[in-house]
């Protein structure tokens, strides 16, 4: 029997990004990024990808601008920017305006000289359906962590593989499941596609590395619904071909035990990144406020707060 092992939270997180004239007020999965002394984050946007940037972590954030726009394209997801000799490489997923299907996303990547942008369309790299990219380097190599879906499994739905690049434009076509579904609160409808196969979705991966300690959080459920949270799997090993790791949800596969969830101040608390700064790790994280104008299209804002990461335990520090 599943269990659950969910307690109470006292909120001390805190807001990154604050409104101001011209800027969007939505920071959806917002990816961090330290560059030449600034540090960025990029951001989900309907018509391009949203980009910030302050001259410290924790302050003075402002925005920069769209960074990405294609014509013909809309629905710019969970941006992804890592830097190689000197390029930037921005991994994002988007759609051909006007269509109603979701499921026409397909992972891209386009190219900079600055992490400030602009950034220029160069390839898509991932047939739809495809999104939420990770690109990490591990020992010599790139990988990419990303969300597809599987209509066949007991517990259907979206979930999350890993692959080698052979070079920043070309997956090697060998992807592995990392994380997929195995809770009820991870279920994003029931009855969605056809009558008794209830849609399961986990996305959203960002993978780090403490010594031989290995982790990947993701986000579980759907931001619009209640139950939607965040959680982590682990794996331990000096091992670095991602692929060949054996991540396990913690603390187990079957306890619903999030890293993040809703709580007094904040719900809808999903899609982070990772960022060390002096020795510590932060969690950048989206959410929005139950005071937050639900009429809005997007109301989700950039937060951030202290993570741990022990062995297996990784915690949150919100209290």
């Known amino acids: 029997m599943r269990r659950s092992h969910r307690g109470a939270h006292l909120y001390s997180a805190m807001k990154l990004i604050h409104p101001e004239e011209g800027a969007p007020a939505s920071q959806g999965d917002p990816y961090i990024l330290k560059a030449n002394g600034k540090y960025y984050i990029y951001a989900t946007g309907i018509c391009g990808v949203e980009t910030f940037t302050s001259d410290r972590l924790l302050g003075g954030w ?141 996305e959203g991966a960002f993978y780090f590395r403490v010594g031989d300690d290995h982790y990947v959080t993701y986000s579980g459920n759907c931001y619009q619904n209640e139950k939607y949270f965040l959680g982590y799997a682990y794996a331990h090993g000096r091992e670095n071909d991602v692929r060949r790791l054996r991540f396990e949800k913690q603390p187990s596969a079957d306890i619903y035990a999030p890293l993040l969830c809703r709580n007094s101040e904040e719900e809808g608390t999903g899609h982070n990144s990772v960022i060390e700064e002096d020795g510590k790790l932060y969690l950048v994280y989206h959410a929005r406020d139950y005071s937050a104008d639900r009429s809005l299209p997007d109301c989700r804002t950039a937060r951030i707060c202290p993570l741990t990461a022990k062995g297996k335990v990784l915690k949150a520090e919100r209290n």
């Open 62 to 202: 402002k925005y920069l601008g769209r960074t990405l726009a294609e014509a013909g394209m809309t629905e710019f997801w969970a941006p992804c920017v890592i830097e190689r000799d000197g390029v930037f490489y921005m991994y994002y997923s988007s759609v051909p305006s006007g269509t109603e299907d979701m499921h026409e996303q397909a992972i891209k990547v386009a190219t900079s000289s600055s992490p400030e942008g602009p950034f220029v369309y160069r390839k898509t790299i991932l047939p739809a359906f495809s999104i939420d990219p990770h690109v990490v380097k591990s020992g010599e190599a790139y990988y990419i962590f990303y969300s597809v879906n599987d209509w066949t499994a007991e517990r259907a739905g979206t979930y999350i593989v890993a692959d080698k690049l052979l070079d920043m434009f070309t997956p090697e076509g060998k992807p592995v499941p990392i994380v997929v579904p195995t809770l009820d609160e991870e279920i994003f409808m029931y009855d969605r596609f056809k009558k008794g196969q209830n849609w399961h979705t986990v």
